[in-house]
């Protein structure tokens, strides 16, 4: 299986299966010098590991990272820094359950990546999806607390759950303080209160839905980015769609550009007191490919998880007409821990992009 790397001076390779003894990333490119301990990358972790509500999979993972490679700590060094070298991470899998997937070993999934790795590879690992499983993107959240270390504190990335299957947040009431106030991400508490009667409500029918993240990053500065190829948009675009069972990325005002007029879309400019502004940012913090210094706006659909227990027509390996049920632990809305996933992924390219402009950066 080729593809395993994310990135270009700032580079990450994940490894490892959901039912496997461990997942793990390897980091290259990080600079050297800069504090890092396994403590630094833990609370991302934490929130999006599973089993931390009753609207997520109960499996039970801790998600306890351990830094392998690529930090020293000596009497010279104030606690551990990276060296320069490959940083190595890696998480053991500690409650995965197997034999809930004995039943699926030779039926595809519909909507699920069964048909198209058996398609490619003729091979598949069934147990919790294998290699197509989100339990991968635990290593994308710890790799995204480096990429986090590299940008510094003056860029805040943040994101928010703004949809669940057709019940929509209110943005006039969105507070981001909130988001950490409910086990959706949710900017809106009142919403948030809905959704937990339709969550509960969506796990008694052994159904799923989908839902929407928005991710907004502050303080960057203007100039990131590169007309045509590495154009900041198509690759923040990029990199959300590595994301588990995203179907859809827009930037700014997205798919809402199209029913706009020209002097509003526009985003007129001003002067103020620090120079050029923006009176709106529909174009979501990125022109031509790159930064405007505005606020990043991108959001992200995630479908509904493929493995519920409705029974659904599908295929077994044999071309043979069959239904299928899917047992074991899954999110009824993965949308939920995703939320912290389009953070991370917005980090990993951001400290790319921030590398590679301070290399052709003018000056």
């Known amino acids: 299986m080729s593809h395993n790397t994310f990135g270009h001076m700032f580079r990450v390779t994940t490894w490892g299966e959901s039912h496997g003894p461990a997942i793990g990333a390897v980091v290259d490119g990080c600079p050297a010098g800069i504090p890092l301990s396994a403590a630094d990358l833990q609370p991302w972790l934490d929130l999006r590991r599973p089993g931390t509500s009753r609207h997520v999979t109960p499996r039970q993972e801790p998600d306890q990272v351990r830094i392998l490679s690529g930090v020293f700590e000596d009497d010279r060094t104030d606690g551990p820094v990276t060296t320069g070298t490959p940083i190595s991470l890696m998480i053991e899998n500690v409650d995965a359950r197997s034999k809930d997937y004995s039943d699926i070993r030779d039926k595809w999934r519909p909507g699920h990546a069964d048909f198209t790795y058996d398609m490619k590879y003729g091979v598949r690992d069934y147990r919790g999806g294998g290699r197509s499983s989100a339990r991968e993107t635990a290593m994308r959240v710890a790799a995204g607390g480096i990429a986090r270390k590299v ?74 980015g590169a007309p045509i190829y590495a154009k900041l948009d198509s690759e923040i675009a990029a990199a959300m769609m590595t994301i588990n069972a995203v179907k859809g990325v827009e930037i700014g005002a997205g798919f809402a550009s199209a029913a706009l007029r020209g002097e509003t879309a526009a985003d007129e400019m001003q002067m103020g007191e620090d120079g050029a502004q923006f009176r709106s940012n529909h174009n ?78 003018a000056w």
Not at 171 to 182: G, L, M, S
Not at 305 to 317: F, G
Request: net charge negative.
């Open 151 to 224: 940008l510094g504190e003056d860029i805040t990335i943040r994101a928010a759950l703004i949809q669940i299957g057709e019940r929509s947040i209110d943005r006039a009431r969105w507070n981001w303080d909130e988001v950490a106030n409910n086990p959706f991400f949710c900017p809106d508490a009142e919403t948030a209160s809905l959704w937990e009667a339709d969550m509960d409500q969506l796990r008694r029918d052994g159904s799923s839905t989908g839902g929407i993240v928005e991710v907004v990053v502050s303080g960057l500065p203007a100039g990131w």
């Open 284 to 361: 979501g913090g990125v022109l031509g490919g790159i930064s405007t210094g505005q606020d990043l706006v991108v959001r992200f659909a995630v479908k509904p998880t493929s493995s519920i227990r409705v029974p659904r027509d599908t295929l077994d390996r044999s071309y043979e007409e069959t239904q299928i049920v899917t047992h074991g632990r899954h999110d009824p809305c993965v949308a939920i821990r995703a939320v912290p996933v389009g953070e991370a992924m917005a980090a990993l390219v951001l400290a790319d992009q921030k590398l590679r402009h301070e290399a052709q950066a």
